[in-house]
Each structure stands twice: as structure tokens, then as C-alpha cells.
């Protein structure tokens, strides 16, 4: 699996770049469950591979990324992608739209971050149903999205369904960018915690999320950590060469 040796910075600026140039991308946010799990599962990885970027959600990809000599990587996550990204996109007159979250969610962020970031664009929210949707389902939200105007498009429908959504899909929008950041539309609605700063730096907020929701979350993490280390140590990360 291809992580990009992304900061924040540099992440933003790629963003706003292909927006610049009408170009059509996704941009995946994944941790180490999530590189567990592409490299289980073909098409998900074939997904992440195939992204504009793979940004690395997580303190060990960032570790392993330095361990493969990119010294100025850092932890990308989508709670923090969101909020930046958005702030951004008023100084550069561009509209976000929000697909995703259980009814109300995607209004609640909006309202919420309204307060923190003056000026905020909205084009649209949407929650589609949690069941599966018909082909004409999803071609009507996208039409809808196009319709809207909006550059970035913030996708929080869980991983890996956001991943596979957005690549089957990317070729329906017009010009988008389209982000998937999961968890972050029920963190910015208010609706889940976030890890305190400390545990986030030292590579420890899967502890405090497990804490949170141990019935769902603990095969996740039981089987996603060790593996993630034992297969780190077994293959050293690499450097490959840099998407066009």
C-alpha cells in the first residue's frame, strides 16, 4: 500500500491545486487498520493505490515513513484535514458539500464549525440511507452534488465503504475533489470525543477510541496492531516514485 509522505501543508496545497485545474481526485485518509485491511483485500488496496493521495491518519504510518527517510511527513488525520482545508476554501472562494453521517449529523458539523470558521461555504448536505443504494440513488446524489457547484465534496459514510464509494464514483462528478474523512463528521457534530493532544502525538488515540466504544472497536484494533508492527519489522518501508 502507497502512503503519501504528506504535512498538512503540503497535503492543502495539492488539494487546492487540482482544484485549480478542475481536475477530479479522492483523497484517502487511512491508519494502520486500514493498511491491515488493504492488504487483505485487493480491491481496497487497489483503491488506496489508485487515489490522488493516501494521506497517513496514524503516528506509526508517520514512523514508517520516516523510517523510510521522508523526515518531514507528518500525521494527516481527517478530524484536522476537515477544519483546514475549509478555512482555506474561504479565502480562496470555494464551496464544500457534506455526504455522509446519520441524519442531522452533517447539519450539526456545519452549525458547529460555522462558530470557528467565519465565512464558512456550504453548498449542500446529504445523509444517504445506510442500506445499500440503487445505481439511480447514488447518480441522483452526485447530480445533485454537481449541481451544487461545490470544489471539495467531504465524504464520512466509514471505512473501507467511503474508499470504494469514492472510486466507483469519481468519474460521475464533474469537477471535485473528494475527501473521505470518516469519523470526523461525528467528531466536529459533537457527537464522539476526541483523543487529548498527548495521546494523539504519541500514537496511542486507538486506546482512547477503544475505551469509547470497546464492543465494536476491539477485534479492530486486537487484530490491526500487531500485525501492522510485526509486518513493519518484517518488510522496512520504502520509498517508491511520486504519482504524476
Known amino acids: 500500500m502507497e502512503v503519501t509522505a504528506a504535512s498538512m501543508s503540503s497535503a ?3 488539494i487546492f491545486a487540482w482544484v485549480d485545474a478542475g ?20 480491491e481496497l488496496l487497489s483503491v488506496y493505490n489508485g487515489s490522488g493521495m493516501t494521506l497517513p491518519d496514524g503516528m506509526p504510518l508517520v514512523w514508517a515513513g520516516k523510517r523510510a527517510g521522508f523526515s518531514d511527513m507528518t500525521r494527516v488525520c481527517g478530524p484536522d484535514l476537515l477544519p ?24 450539526e458539523m456545519v452549525q458547529r464549525l460555522r462558530a470557528d470558521i467565519p465565512g464558512l ?9 445506510y442500506r445499500p443504494m ?13 449541481e451544487s457547484g461545490a470544489a471539495l465534496v467531504w465524504v464520512g459514510l466509514g ?16 469537477r471535485a475533489v473528494v475527501i473521505g474523512v470518516g469519523a470526523a463528521f461525528d467528531m466536529h457534530a459533537g457527537r464522539v470525543r476526541r483523543a487529548p493532544l498527548w495521546a494523539q502525538r504519541h500514537g496511542v488515540e486507538w486506546l482512547f477510541r477503544l475505551a469509547q466504544e ?27 516514485a511520486s504519482r504524476p
Open 23 to 42: 481536475r477530479r481526485a479522492y483523497v484517502c485518509v487511512s491508519d494502520t487498520n486500514g493498511l491491515v485491511n488493504a492488504a487483505a483485500d485487493p
Open 121 to 129: 461555504r456550504v453548498a449542500g448536505t446529504a445523509s444517504p440511507p
Open 159 to 174: 471505512a473501507p465503504k467511503q474508499e470504494k464509494w469514492m472510486a466507483d464514483h469519481i468519474h460521475l462528478f464533474d
Open 84 to 107: 483546514e482545508t475549509l478555512r482555506q476554501a474561504v479565502d480562496r472562494g470555494h464551496d464544500s458539500f457534506f455526504y455522509g453521517g446519520a441524519p442531522g449529523v452533517a447539519e
Open 134 to 146: 440503487t445505481p439511480d440513488e447514488v447518480a441522483a446524489d452526485i447530480a445533485a452534488i454537481n
Open 214 to 240: 470497546p464492543r465494536r472497536l476491539w477485534r479492530r484494533y486486537a487484530r490491526a496492531v500487531p500485525t501492522f508492527v510485526w509486518g513493519a519489522l518484517r518488510q522496512r518501508p520504502r520509498a517508491v
Open 12 to 14: 492543502t496545497e495539492q
